[in-house]
């Protein structure tokens, strides 16, 4: 595959979902590491079904749906289990990425990953979507009603800023209005288009 694919990574709150619809919205075929995730263990998956045998038939809700909640509880106290969900998963996380981006008709695609553990194999390019910690945690807070606490466990827990940053090729600082915003991810799609022409 030598399409050009660039992953989109950010902090909780910077502004990755905001970034990514205005490329979407630019015909760009956009990919989610998180919605492949959850599109793996569909009720009647091979994987949903590998993941019932090893931790029982009670990892699973009354609809038959996975029972996320129970499923981070159990890998948070134990790193053989932890292990066994990321051997299982990564697989067929990494194949419905590769087939969602195989299909895609645009110029270019991106993928957009959660707050950026590392390089993914599948991108050849990495946008990092930064925001000081205030504006990210007075987003989140105005977003979707969580405690100020809450929000500081998810940033400590994701990478530090600097670290995203040093993964960077491109950074979009989305610190300013909703329109200046547009501007920086038009003239980024721009440049992507002309990179793509050149290679
Ligand atoms: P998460 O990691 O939690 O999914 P995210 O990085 O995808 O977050 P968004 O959901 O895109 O972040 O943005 C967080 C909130 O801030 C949203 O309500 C969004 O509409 C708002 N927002 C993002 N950028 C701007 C901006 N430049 N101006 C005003 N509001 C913004």
Known sequence: MNQ????????????????SNRFQALGITIADADLAARAVV????????????????????????LNRPKLRGIIFA??????????ATHGPIMDQLRSEL??????????????GTGRNPLI??????????????????????STLETINQI????????????LADDII????????LDDKVAALHQFYLDLNHHD
Do not use: C, W
């Open 124 to 145: 050849n390019r990495m946008l990092v979507v930064d925001a000081p910690i205030e504006l990210q945690q007075s987003r989140v807070l105005a977003r979707d009603g």
């Open 102 to 115: 195989a299909t895609a008709t645009s110029p270019y695609a991106m993928l957009v990953l959660s707050a």
């Open 4 to 19: 050009l694919i660039i992953g989109i990574t950010g902090g909780i709150g910077s502004g990755k979902t905001a970034v």
């Open 42 to 65: 569909q009720p009647g998956s091979k994987l949903l079904s590998d993941i019932a045998a090893k931790f029982g038939q009670n990892i699973l809700t009354d609809t038959g749906e």
């Open 173 to 180: 600082e989305n610190i300013g209005s909703e329109q200046a």
């Open 78 to 87: 134990d790193n053989d289990a932890r292990r066994f969900l990321e051997r």
């Open 155 to 166: 940033i400590d827990a994701q990478p530090a800023r600097h670290e995203r940053l040093a």
